[in-house]
């Protein structure tokens, strides 16, 4: 799954493993998930531009393209 962001960049999950690209999708980096072993299993972009990722512990958001994850208090 790819999941475009506004800046050009991409993110993208490969069997619950977390990527972001920002060179259109030259090169990929992983970048951790929450709690670092969460699998992801969708991600969605909130209107300004938060990331949203649901895991097998609940949703996180990254206001800063997933370097960093809040939880958001939603579980499963």
Do not use: N, Q
């Not at 050009?8 to 060179?23: A, F, H, Q, T």
């Not at 970048?31 to 969605?44: C, R």
């Not at 512990?57 to 997933?66: E, F, L």
């Amino acid at each position: 799954m790819i999941t475009p962001l506004p800046l050009g960049e991409l993110l993208g999950e490969v069997e619950g493993i977390l990527y972001r690209s920002d060179d259109r999708g030259r090169s990929w980096l992983r970048i951790a998930p929450p709690k670092g072993k969460e699998f992801v299993s969708s991600i969605a972009l909130g209107r300004k531009g938060d990331v949203y990722v649901y895991t097998c512990s609940g949703v996180y958001r990254s206001h800063d393209r997933g370097t960093t994850w809040v939880h958001t208090g939603v579980v499963r």
